[in-house]
């Protein structure tokens, strides 16, 4: 029995009313042409009208495609009113037509409504109804995945392989890719080889223009579906390509995909590198401020988050000293502290809003070192006054703060104990001893 997804159902149902009123846009009557049964020439004896509706009876001297035989008999229905495609006083002047046909609930039909059909006043060698080649590659690929997106949900990956194993070599590469991202998505044991396979697909085209279109577009299917491995081989052999284009808004376009891709597949080291290329500061910053967000759920709550954070900061840290470093680390600290203040509204989440805070902070980021102190004195307990301590000149020489952030720090240092101090200077220094100032506690903190 034939499998059908719904986008084919909805594209292949017969609505006349669409067909009379032209609604229809041209890549669906092109879908559906391309989802008929066969394509043929028939030579026409007859022509039946009911209802508003045509079958045109006749021997097939043409097949172009699909199952019809050449000399067999065929019939199919189509519209025919006053408003259809073809009005019935028309048909009945046919001498052959051309026509794409389907299975329906009556026997074949015309499977465009008559969109395509054309009238002929003999056979011809070549199709007479040919459709824009850029539609076709657009639809063939819209439908092709669909039905492996149909076969995967069916936890059928050799299904989806043999759609996806096209003759076309720039869409099997698309197309393996798409599969492969989609099983990698559900956890199929296949996604890995698919993967393996959409990456050889995509290396093998000849065309270093093609070989790039499709291999950024495999790329971000793979990285969607989270096919890690897949995704960062295909990234390193674009990479060279990407980095070689001539034109800058075509260059950072292509630069993004990279970022993207490897930002998903957990590898923003790798990520920022790409990142740091783009040519747009503007982009670049919109890109920052959106990276924590490439992981699915990110939010002050999810446990997740705090990891992804954390190697989200180790990839900023290990860019080289410069402006965009800078910009990165700023970026993600904000980022981090105003998760961290999200979570302190909540009384229960303030261990999880000091962990969060905390991975600014570590980085001598002045605004999470001050939530931070604050956080620390509110929890209460033997060691919070020392550890308040250590974040409050921590943020007295960090980055990001205001101009009084260390007037501000020795002023609140000045409230602690000589004992707090040195506690908190020896949490700083182990070895530091003897009376500790404010003052020599941001000098400790700053080292």
């Given amino acids: 029995?034939?499998?059908?997804?719904?986008?084919?159902?909805?594209?292949?149902?017969?609505?006349?009313?669409?067909?009379?009123?032209?609604?229809?846009?041209?890549?669906?009557?092109?879908?559906?042409?391309?989802?008929?049964?066969?394509?043929?020439?028939?030579?026409?004896?007859?022509?039946?009208?009911?209802?508003?509706?045509?079958?045109?009876?006749?021997?097939?001297?043409?097949?172009?495609?699909?199952?019809?035989?050449?000399?067999?008999?065929?019939?199919?229905?189509?519209?025919?009113?006053?408003?259809?495609?073809?009005?019935?006083?028309k048909l009945k002047s046919a001498k052959v037509a051309e026509a794409f046909v389907k299975p329906g609930l009556d026997g074949l039909e015309a499977a465009d409504d008559g969109q395509g059909l054309r009238l002929l006043a003999a056979v011809t060698d070549a199709p007479q109804s040919v459709d824009d080649p850029a539609l076709v590659r657009e639809m063939t690929d819209s439908i092709a995945r669909y039905r492996i997106d149909a076969e995967v949900k069916r936890r059928d990956p050799a299904a989806a392989l043999a759609l996806a194993r096209v003759a076309d070599p720039v869409l099997r590469a698309r197309f393996l890719a798409h599969a492969a991202g989609l099983m990698a998505a559900r956890r199929l044991p296949e996604a890995e080889a698919a993967a393996d396979e959409a990456v050889a697909a995509v290396k093998a085209l000849p065309d270093a223009e093609a070989r790039l279109d499709s291999g950024l577009v495999a790329l971000e299917s793979l990285a969607m579906g989270q096919a890690r491995k897949g995704a960062l081989a295909l990234a390193a052999l674009l990479e060279p390509q990407v980095d070689a284009l001539t034109v800058p808004s075509k260059r950072d376009a292509a630069t993004l995909v990279l970022y993207g891709a490897r930002v998903r597949s957990d590898d923003p080291a790798a990520g920022f590198v790409s990142l740091s290329k783009v040519t747009d500061p503007a982009t670049r910053r919109d890109r920052l401020a959106n990276m924590p967000f490439a992981q699915k759920d990110f939010s002050p709550v999810n446990p997740d988050s705090l990891g992804w954070m954390d190697r989200l900061l180790a990839g900023a840290q290990a860019l080289p000293d410069g402006e965009f470093r800078t910009e990165a680390m700023t970026q993600l600290c904000r980022t981090v502290q105003r998760a961290a203040m999200e979570m302190t509204k909540m009384p229960d989440l303030l261990a999880k809003a000091?962990?969060?805070?905390?991975?600014?902070?570590?980085?001598?980021?002045?605004?999470?070192?001050?939530?931070?102190?604050?956080?620390?004195?509110?929890?209460?307990?033997?060691?919070?006054r020392a550890e308040a301590a250590r974040w409050h000149a921590v943020s007295a020489t960090g980055f990001d703060g205001t101009m009084t952030s260390r007037s501000e720090a020795l002023k609140t240092l000045g409230t602690f104990s000589a004992a707090e101090r040195a506690a908190a200077a020896r949490l700083l220094q182990p070895t530091a001893g003897g009376d500790v100032s404010p003052s020599r506690l941001v000098e400790l903190a700053a080292k």
């Fill in 354 to 384: 000091a962990a969060m805070a905390e991975l600014a902070a570590k980085r001598r980021h002045a605004p999470s070192a001050q939530l931070l102190a604050l956080i620390r004195e509110a929890e209460g307990g033997a060691a919070a």
């Fill in 1 to 89: 029995m034939k499998r059908t997804v719904p986008l084919v159902l909805l594209l292949l149902s017969s609505t006349s009313a669409l067909a009379a009123d032209g609604a229809m846009e041209a890549r669906n009557w092109v879908a559906r042409r391309l989802a008929a049964e066969s394509h043929v020439q028939v030579e026409v004896s007859g022509v039946d009208a009911k209802d508003a509706a045509c079958r045109v009876s006749g021997t097939v001297r043409k097949s172009f495609s699909g199952k019809a035989r050449v000399g067999e008999a065929l019939s199919f229905r189509l519209p025919c009113g006053p408003e259809a495609f073809w009005p019935a006083d």
